[in-house]
């Protein structure tokens, strides 16, 4: 009985290894993403980015949106150089297998400066650091590195912080 347990505490722990690797894997990915998003000055930058990190037919899906092409999201991608971002990561929370596609559901926050125009967060025009904070699934497939297939938010923006301090609902 004994051996037996420790025998499938060995191939538990074999099929875990791989696994392991993916997550480690693909947290290199998303960290590699948001240091190279965090330097974006161009959406030629943004592009580079997308080149090396997505598949050709990568589909993006904003919470309550229908799923986009890149080329339907580059707007949304030069928009966004329009607010300077202080940090920005992305923490998988959980990966699973699916054939040979990887999944990733992945807590997304960043921090970015922002002129409060509507006083939303104090004085109109005052300047904030607010972080932001999103849940994503991934899907990553592999050919000469992962890359990531298809990426939906499944959970809106919320603001978590204004200038280092919780927000409370």
């Not at 004994?2 to 499938?8: E, F, G, P, R």
């Not at 505490?9 to 392991?20: E, N, S, T, W």
């Not at 959970?155 to 978590?160: C, F, G, H, I, Q």
Request: aromatic residues 8%; glycine residues 4%; positive net charge.
């Amino acid at each position: 009985m004994k051996s037996a347990i420790c025998v499938i505490a060995v191939m538990v722990a074999v099929q875990r290894r791989p696994l392991d690797d993916v997550r480690r894997e693909l947290q290199a990915a998303y960290d590699r993403a948001s240091a190279a998003s965090i330097a974006a000055r161009t959406l030629t930058d943004f592009e580079a980015i997308h080149e090396w990190l997505d598949t050709p037919d990568c589909r993006f899906k904003e919470f309550g949106q229908p799923f986009r092409t890149w080329s339907e999201m580059r707007r949304y991608a030069e928009l966004g150089l329009h607010t300077p971002i202080i940090s920005f990561a992305s923490t998988i929370q959980t990966i699973e297998m699916r054939g040979d596609a990887a999944v990733a559901t992945t807590l997304v926050r960043g921090v970015a400066r922002i002129i409060d125009q509507e006083g939303r967060f104090g004085r109109k025009g005052a300047a904030h650091d607010v972080e932001t904070t999103a849940t994503v699934r991934d899907t990553w497939v592999k050919s000469d590195h992962w890359r990531r297939k298809e990426h939906e938010k499944i959970a809106a923006n919320a603001v978590t912080k204004v200038d280092g301090k919780p927000v409370h609902p």
